[in-house]
């Protein structure tokens, strides 16, 4: 079915909002592809309405110039079968490849044979419209025309939709995708100003090209600001200057502002100045105790 | 609101104890400075939209946070009365510090998820900082190149916009602030009569707490005649 694969891309981006996966290349190569497929399918979509729009109005042209010289008329009447082949072509499953779907659509339009096997599937629709001819042969051309083109613009319309909705929908899918993944990348960006090897495994090439670019753009605005850490946490305000930490994450000696060494094994806890420490809160190698 | 509270106390105390040269360098008050930036910070915050950029005051209170920390740094940590000092001005230091990332922060998520919209709109761009203004061009740039290379670029050529609409749901792939978001504000001057969209005018006074529409009073807020809360 048409969008089911970016449903799963939306739903692998839902459930993964909170840890980070790695970059799901299959899945968004089968996308775009099947973004392509759609694409060409209303192309020739469009191309077969086109072709259909103009041979139904001939048809009702040629059938009107015979009812005002009734001589010429004959009784295997062709043209009426050529229309309502032409139906048939448009009917077709849309699972057939479309451009071989055009080329026969088109070339038994053109070869209108009264004869055609294909004439007895679409009786119904041939009746209808034998039908509504009897009963508007009496209208000006105009209307017969509007009249006979209706129902090719209907089906078309319709056809058309299945295709273009799952379109953009994938599109979107796709954008929605790429977008969460670039706010995680940015996240990164600001509160650890470098990729770990775990993460950096994680992201397509793509994404660390992003992710350089990114971190010097912010670089770049951060400079102005000398030494404020925009990259700090922006949402809880500090009440005080020294707090108490507990390690959860082993990350050896660090040497402080202030020209202390700190040596951060797992599990100690310390009574240190909040500014010397506070990155590592952001990264998750410390917790605040108190 | 405790902490705002908080926070001017400190400010009062402390401004009082200091020397009086130190207060000359700008013509505003570091008091009045940190008092704006507040409330720019908190405007900033609550307003769907970008707001202006508030540069004497960054740029102001940037310098005092530099002036401030040689102070402390002078201050002779052997005696008792001035570790209690040292400790008091650090902590403002740090929270001075805290509303000015906070504040810059928020402007740039918002000129993240805005980007396209700000940069087109100029009554938007006007409003950035020359830095801000720079960081969202670079920032459109890298994301659209980032998207064009990971998929985009493989689709066929019409589908390679990245600012179409979906006709038939409205939906726009170039992301607006949404001005019908409801805000609370306080009035900060008498207004009297104001007119709020359809309806009975209603009579605006001073300290009155109300939520509106953002877009029905966005006026009001950048003439600074409210503030968001």
Redesign the interface.
């Given at each position: 079915m048409y969008g089911d694969e970016a449903t799963k891309l939306t739903r692998e981006a839902k459930r993964t909002i909170d840890h980070f996966p790695a970059y799901n290349d299959p899945l968004?190569r089968s996308?775009?592809r099947e973004?392509?497929h759609l694409?060409e399918t209303c192309q020739d979509l469009i191309k077969t309405y086109q072709q259909d729009m103009q041979l139904a109005e001939r048809e009702v042209q040629r059938r009107w110039h015979q009812q005002q010289s009734p001589s010429a008329s004959s009784a295997s009447d062709p043209n009426h079968t050529s229309l309502s082949m032409l139906e048939s072509s448009s009917h077709q499953d849309s699972s057939l490849p479309p451009s071989t779907a055009a080329v026969a659509g088109s070339s038994r339009a053109h070869g209108g044979s009264s004869s055609h096997p294909m004439a007895s599937s679409t009786r119904s629709y041939d009746s209808s419209f034998s039908t509504s001819t009897a009963s508007t042969a009496h209208l000006p051309l105009e209307a017969q025309i509007r009249l006979a083109v209706e129902p090719i613009s209907n089906i078309f319309l319709t056809k058309y939709k299945v295709h273009f909705?799952p379109?953009?929908r994938n599109?979107?899918a796709?954008?929605a995708y790429?977008r969460q993944r670039?706010d995680k990348i940015?996240e990164i960006a600001?509160a650890y100003a470098m990729l770990s090897e775990d993460t950096r495994r994680k992201l397509?090439p793509?994404?660390i090209?992003?992710y350089n670019?990114?971190e010097r753009?912010?670089n770049?605005?951060t400079a102005?600001?000398?030494?404020?850490?925009?990259g700090?946490d922006?949402?809880f305000?500090?009440k005080?200057?020294f707090i108490t930490v507990r390690v959860v994450k082993d990350c050896g000696d660090i040497v402080t502002d202030s020209g202390a060494t700190l040596s951060l094994k797992k599990n100690s806890e310390h009574f240190v100045k909040?500014?010397d420490v506070e990155r590592l809160i952001t990264q998750g190698y410390l917790i605040h105790v108190a | 609101m405790s902490?705002d509270d908080d926070h001017y106390h400190y400010q009062d105390r402390i401004s009082a104890s200091r020397e009086p040269e130190d207060l000359l360098l700008t013509h505003d008050e570091p008091g009045d400075l940190v008092k704006r930036l507040t409330q720019a910070w908190i405007n900033e915050r609550a307003a769907p939209e970008i707001l202006k950029y508030e540069n004497d005051c960054v740029n102001g209170l940037?310098a005092k946070?530099?002036d401030q920390q040689a102070v402390i740094d002078e201050l002779d940590t052997g005696n008792d009365a001035s570790i209690l000092i040292s400790?008091l001005y650090?902590?403002e230091l740090?929270?001075i510090?805290?509303?000015?990332?906070?504040y810059?922060?928020?402007r740039?998520s918002k000129i993240?998820r805005h980007c396209q919209f700000i940069l087109k709109d100029l009554s938007s761009r006007r409003k950035l900082s020359k830095?801000?203004t720079?960081?969202a061009e670079?920032?459109l740039k890298?994301?659209q190149?980032?998207?064009h290379?990971?998929?985009l670029s493989?689709?066929?050529l019409?589908?390679q916009v990245q600012d179409d609409v979906?006709f038939?749901r409205k939906?726009n792939?170039v992301s607006e602030p949404s001005l019908d978001e409801g805000v609370f504000c306080r009035i900060n001057e008498d207004i009297g009569y104001f007119q709020l969209g359809e309806g009975d005018p209603i009579v605006m006074e001073t300290g009155q707490i109300y939520i509106f529409r953002y877009g029905a009073i966005r006026a009001l807020l950048q003439r600074g005649q409210i503030s968001l809360i």
């Amino acid at each position: 079915m048409y969008g089911d694969e970016a449903t799963k891309l939306t739903r692998e981006a839902k459930r993964t909002i909170d840890h980070f996966p790695a970059y799901n290349d299959p899945l968004v190569r089968s996308i775009t592809r099947e973004i392509r497929h759609l694409h060409e399918t209303c192309q020739d979509l469009i191309k077969t309405y086109q072709q259909d729009m103009q041979l139904a109005e001939r048809e009702v042209q040629r059938r009107w110039h015979q009812q005002q010289s009734p001589s010429a008329s004959s009784a295997s009447d062709p043209n009426h079968t050529s229309l309502s082949m032409l139906e048939s072509s448009s009917h077709q499953d849309s699972s057939l490849p479309p451009s071989t779907a055009a080329v026969a659509g088109s070339s038994r339009a053109h070869g209108g044979s009264s004869s055609h096997p294909m004439a007895s599937s679409t009786r119904s629709y041939d009746s209808s419209f034998s039908t509504s001819t009897a009963s508007t042969a009496h209208l000006p051309l105009e209307a017969q025309i509007r009249l006979a083109v209706e129902p090719i613009s209907n089906i078309f319309l319709t056809k058309y939709k299945v295709h273009f909705v799952p379109l953009q929908r994938n599109k979107r899918a796709l954008m929605a995708y790429h977008r969460q993944r670039l706010d995680k990348i940015k996240e990164i960006a600001w509160a650890y100003a470098m990729l770990s090897e775990d993460t950096r495994r994680k992201l397509s090439p793509d994404e660390i090209t992003f992710y350089n670019e990114y971190e010097r753009h912010k670089n770049k605005y951060t400079a102005e600001f000398g030494d404020i850490d925009l990259g700090l946490d922006v949402l809880f305000p500090p009440k005080e200057i020294f707090i108490t930490v507990r390690v959860v994450k082993d990350c050896g000696d660090i040497v402080t502002d202030s020209g202390a060494t700190l040596s951060l094994k797992k599990n100690s806890e310390h009574f240190v100045k909040r500014s010397d420490v506070e990155r590592l809160i952001t990264q998750g190698y410390l917790i605040h105790v108190a | 609101m405790s902490l705002d509270d908080d926070h001017y106390h400190y400010q009062d105390r402390i401004s009082a104890s200091r020397e009086p040269e130190d207060l000359l360098l700008t013509h505003d008050e570091p008091g009045d400075l940190v008092k704006r930036l507040t409330q720019a910070w908190i405007n900033e915050r609550a307003a769907p939209e970008i707001l202006k950029y508030e540069n004497d005051c960054v740029n102001g209170l940037v310098a005092k946070c530099d002036d401030q920390q040689a102070v402390i740094d002078e201050l002779d940590t052997g005696n008792d009365a001035s570790i209690l000092i040292s400790i008091l001005y650090q902590t403002e230091l740090e929270r001075i510090k805290f509303v000015l990332r906070s504040y810059l922060r928020t402007r740039i998520s918002k000129i993240e998820r805005h980007c396209q919209f700000i940069l087109k709109d100029l009554s938007s761009r006007r409003k950035l900082s020359k830095a801000e203004t720079s960081y969202a061009e670079s920032y459109l740039k890298t994301t659209q190149d980032h998207y064009h290379s990971s998929f985009l670029s493989s689709l066929p050529l019409t589908l390679q916009v990245q600012d179409d609409v979906v006709f038939h749901r409205k939906l726009n792939m170039v992301s607006e602030p949404s001005l019908d978001e409801g805000v609370f504000c306080r009035i900060n001057e008498d207004i009297g009569y104001f007119q709020l969209g359809e309806g009975d005018p209603i009579v605006m006074e001073t300290g009155q707490i109300y939520i509106f529409r953002y877009g029905a009073i966005r006026a009001l807020l950048q003439r600074g005649q409210i503030s968001l809360i």
